[in-house]
Nanobody, 120 residues
Framework: VQLQASGGGLVQAGASLRLSCAASGSSFSWYNMGWFRQAPGKEREFVAAIAWTSSATYYADSVKGRFTISRDNAKNTVYLEMNSLKPEDTAVYYC??????????????WGQGTQVTVSS
């Protein structure tokens, strides 16, 4: 599966953004999907994930209550709705897909990343 992330941008603190990750290839609905981010000088970290069944979602503590992950299997797309953005949310955001992994960073397929910059 090939992944294309989009929707990043430059916003002020408190604003909202919605990231999208469009998947091409077969069997998107069978993949767990995750969002990760990497800030300059830091390691890539888990942000959120959604199971292939859409029945389970997971969030990093730092984004819980502010970010929402969802998927539309008919559109082969996963979303990350980000509200109440903070400067510390500034990073390159990556989407990822895997049939088994959901919480670790050992996803098989990765998108190219989209930059999110939050100014104070």
């Amino acid at each position: 599966v090939q992944l294309q992330a989009s929707g990043g941008g430059l916003v002020q603190a408190g604003a909202s953004l919605r990231l999208s990750c469009a998947a091409s290839g077969s069997s998107f609905s069978w993949y767990n999907m995750g969002w990760f981010r990497q800030a300059p000088g830091k390691e890539r970290e888990f942000v959120a994930a959604i199971a292939w069944t859409s029945s389970a979602t997971y969030y990093a503590d730092s984004v819980k209550g502010r970010f929402t992950i969802s998927r539309d299997n008919a559109k082969n797309t996963v979303y990350l709705e980000m509200n109440s953005l903070k400067p510390e949310d500034t990073a390159v955001y990556y989407c990822a897909a895997d049939r088994m992994t959901i919480l670790s960073n050992s996803y098989t397929h990765w998108g190219q990343g989209t930059q999110v910059t939050v100014s104070s």
